[in-house]
């Protein structure tokens, strides 16, 4: 069973700092990343994607890939209260031309003011 | 307007009826998907349609089925509810050569009583 792993939270973190998300997948070939945002009751949506090649930045978002360990990471500076959501994990694993995404299931962040 | 809609966004019906929630895109991609999502267990895959003549079922599809009518329509049906399918149904769709980024609907709220 291919599996990607996520705390579930809630993680808690203040105003203005670093927030750190983490995920672990089991598949080792895997060769694209996602994180996603959901808010309560809204559609997931992306904010980032990083291929097995590097590390990315977007302004306050840094999605970094360590695959001898088979994790991914979702960093936020400076927190802010908007950024309280639950982060989904997402990579794409199967073979090629089948490949779909496997989501973890999620982790609650909080902002606190 | 919405590049992924889905009909309706919400829908309460009764155990043993058969109910249909329909998903369109115009974002011209191929890929299509539908996937349920329930507190503490993420986003799972129901079925995935890779082209119009192409259906495939996801990791839970027993009680659903689907239809693709064209590219920019996919549906997905409940031949007989159950209150287990009580739950959040997303469709998403990805470009073929797009590494697999997925744009999510807004998604449809489904109780059965």
């Known amino acids: 069973q291919k599996e990607v792993e996520q705390n579930s939270g809630p993680l808690s973190v203040p105003e203005g700092a670093i927030a750190s998300l983490n995920c672990t997948y089991s598949?080792?070939?895997?060769?694209?990343f996602f994180w996603y945002r959901q808010y309560s009751g809204k559609s997931p949506e992306l904010i980032m994607f990083?291929?097995?090649?590097g590390d990315k930045e977007d302004g306050r978002f840094t999605a970094q890939l360590n695959k001898a360990s088979q994790y991914v990471s979702l960093l936020i500076r400076d927190s802010q209260p908007s950024d309280s959501a639950t982060y989904l994990c997402?990579?794409?694993?199967?073979?090629?031309?089948?490949?779909?995404?496997?989501f973890g299931t999620g982790t609650r962040l909080t902002i606190i003011p | 307007d919405a590049d992924v809609t889905q009909t309706p966004r919400n829908r309460i019906t009764k155990t043993g009826k058969r109910i249909m929630l329909e998903c369109s895109q115009t974002?011209?991609?191929?890929?299509m998907y539908w996937y349920r999502q329930d507190p503490g267990l993420g986003l799972r895959l129901i079925y995935y349609?890779?082209?119009?003549?192409?259906?495939n079922k996801g990791e839970i599809s027993d009680g659903y089925s689907v239809s693709r009518q064209a590219q920019a329509k996919f549906s997905l049906s409940l031949e007989s509810a159950i209150p287990n399918q009580t739950a959040l149904y997303f469709c998403?769709?990805?470009?073929?050569?797009?590494?697999?980024?997925?744009?999510f609907g807004p998604g449809t709220r489904l109780l059965v009583l």
């Open positions: 998403a769709t990805s470009d073929l050569g797009g590494q697999e980024t997925q744009y």
């Open positions: 598949d080792r070939g895997s060769q694209s």
């Open positions: 990083i291929y097995s090649n």
């Open positions: 997402a990579v794409n694993m199967g073979n090629f031309g089948n490949e779909k995404l496997t």
């Open positions: 974002k011209g991609h191929d890929r």
């Open positions: 349609s890779f082209d119009v003549k192409d259906i």
